[in-house]
């Protein structure tokens, strides 16, 4: 199995900064994309950035320019940097990795437990 820790969520005024951070462990073979959701309560759970394959990255057009994200591949580790905070960030963001448990296998989408963000005006 797999496991994803998430951690970094809080309170922020508007402007500030949080770095989330999320670390994927257990039987990995390989992961072939991890990144990062949020969801609001009653609205669909929508892509913040992920990376695709190696180095490809993918940003919801909202968070351009104010949010990056990063990753350790030694670490099975994903971090996002989010800069100048909005109220309108406040969500619970989620991981997610795609991950092939073992050499030509099939690949399972992993979700971590979710890490509430708090964007004050």
């Known amino acids: 199995q797999v496991q994803l820790v998430e951690s970094g969520g809080g309170l922020v005024q508007a402007g500030g900064s949080l770095r989330l951070s999320c670390a994927a462990s257990g039987s990995i073979f390989a992961i072939s994309a991890m990144g990062w959701y949020r969801q609001v309560p009653g609205n669909q759970r929508e892509l913040v950035a992920r990376f695709i394959g190696g180095t490809t990255t993918d940003y919801a057009d909202s968070v351009k320019g104010r949010f990056t994200i990063s990753r350790d591949n030694a670490k099975n580790t994903v971090y996002l940097q989010m800069n100048s905070l909005k109220p309108e960030d406040t969500a619970v963001y989620y991981c997610?990795?795609?991950?092939?448990?073992?050499?030509?296998?099939?690949?399972?989408?992993?979700w971590g437990q979710g890490t509430q963000v708090t964007v004050s005006s």
């Open positions: 997610k990795a795609v991950v092939q448990l073992k050499e030509n296998s099939v690949s399972y989408n992993y």
